[in-house]
């Protein structure tokens, strides 16, 4: 088994095409776009997506926050690029990158998973020192791992192994 880090759309589209096998940590509704997909249903993770700012007047997340600022978010985040199709926003590559954006105050509201969030914040140090995480969070789901239709045969074995180390202590959620 090899695991390839790239970029988030791209993997989804060679996962469909079945050039690579398929890919980790997705949430549901990608199927509705990726049809040559197939779930495995036991999940990995739980994702909370949530609004970070750096504006001192605003203390909790509601929508209408998107109306009134310059929102950000990662190209290839489907869940944020999803919530966002009706609002303008400005796309970047990485997390870093769009939360260095939030403390130099040229975007007012990202949107993030919470542990990508968090981790960038906590890199970043004194720098983001005005950064504040939006309760309530935006949205949450559970990730699956996905497989190309042509892999169908092994997600018992996918799923047997998620239980077992889920079993073993590996992962706590």
Do not use: C
Request: proline fraction near 3%; aromatic fraction near 8%.
């Amino acid at each position: 088994m090899e695991f390839r880090a790239l970029p988030h759309q791209r993997t989804l589209a060679l996962a469909n095409k079945g050039e690579i096998d398929g890919d980790v940590a997705r949430v549901p509704s990608i199927v509705n776009k990726y049809q040559n997909l197939r779930k495995i249903d036991e999940k990995l993770i739980a994702l909370r997506g949530v609004a970070y700012t750096s504006l001192k007047e605003v203390t909790s997340y509601n929508d209408a926050l998107l109306d009134n600022n310059v929102i950000g978010r990662v190209r290839g985040i489907y869940w944020s690029e999803e919530k966002l199709n009706t609002y303008s926003s400005v796309g970047v590559n990485t997390y870093p990158q769009m939360f260095k954006m939030l403390a130099n105050k040229r975007l007012g509201i990202v949107l993030a998973t919470e542990a990508s969030g968090d981790d960038v914040v906590k890199e970043m140090g004194e720098s983001a020192s005005g950064i504040v995480k939006l309760e309530p969070p935006i949205f949450s789901t559970d990730l699956h791992h996905y497989v190309h239709k042509k892999n169908i045969s092994i997600i018992p074995k996918l799923e047997t192994a998620i239980k077992s180390i889920r079993r073993e202590g590996f992962w706590t959620k």
